[in-house]
T-cell receptor, first 110, second 116 residues
Framework: QKEVEQNSGPLSVPEGAIASLNCTYS??????FFWYRQYSGKSPELIMS????GDKEDGRFTAQLNKASQYVSLLIRDSQPSDSATYLC??????????FGKGITLSVRP | ETGVTQTPRHLVMGMTNKKSLKCEQH?????MYWYKQSAKKPLELMFV???????ENNSVPSRFSPECPNSSHLFLHLHTLQPEDSALYLC???????????????FGAGTRLSVL
């Protein structure tokens, strides 16, 4: 059973702080890694993708991948109340199947 | 707007009803997916279609019947559902299913289904 695990949360940070969201995966041959954001009552929206070890930055978002540790994270700098949402980690294995974690709910306090 | 449109947005049905969910993608993608999202559970992949052929059926009960008449349209036919089938049903599409293009999936807004 290929699994993607995320901290159960919820995570609460003050406005302007760095929010750190973590994800581990069990399939060692996983190839592609994604972070989706889902606002309440809305569909998941892709915000970051990462395919190789290291960091990938896009605006206030940084994705970090460590394949040896089977770990992928998302950092949100200068968190804003509009970042309050559920963040889903998703991983594609060798069979191209996308497996999602349960998600973690982030709340940014004004 | 992701380019993936789902209708209806909300659906209430009795256990003896038959209804269909519709998904249309305007992205020129070749793969389409149905997911089920229940509270406190990960997104569950139900069906995958690639170039109109079903490539995966994730042990979904037969009361859910998918149909993919062409690469732009995907249906989920529902009959004799159970209350535990109440959930958000999400459609997604990607360029292809092989992983060569890194398989980024784009989601529709979903259909919120309530089975009474």
């Amino acid at each position: 059973q290929k699994e993607v695990e995320q901290n159960s949360g919820p995570l609460s940070v003050p406005e302007g702080a760095i929010a750190s969201l973590n994800c581990t995966y069990s399939d060692r041959v996983s190839q592609s890694f994604f972070w989706y954001r889902q606002y309440s009552g809305k569909s998941p929206e892709l915000i970051m993708s990462i395919y190789s070890n290291g960091d990938k930055e896009d605006g206030r978002f940084t994705a970090q991948l460590n394949k040896a540790s089977q770990y992928v994270s998302l950092l949100i700098r200068d968190s804003q109340p509009s970042d309050s949402a559920t963040y889903l980690c998703a991983v594609t294995g060798a069979n191209s199947k996308l497996t999602f974690g349960k998600g973690i709910t982030l709340s940014v306090r004004p | 707007e992701t380019g993936v449109t789902q209708t209806p947005r909300h659906l209430v049905m009795g256990m003896t009803n038959k209804k269909s969910l519709k998904c249309e993608q305007h992205l020129g993608h070749n793969a389409m997916y149905w997911y089920k999202q229940s509270a406190k559970k990960p997104l569950e992949l139900m069906f995958v279609y690639s170039l109109e052929e079903r490539v995966e059926n994730n042990s979904v009960p037969s009361r859910f019947s998918p149909e993919c008449p062409n690469s732009s349209h995907l249906f989920l036919h529902l009959h004799t559902l159970q209350p535990e089938d109440s959930a958000l049903y999400l459609c997604a599409s990607s360029q292809d299913h092989s992983g060569r293009t890194k398989n980024i999936q784009y989601f529709g807004a979903g259909t919120r289904l309530s089975v009474l």
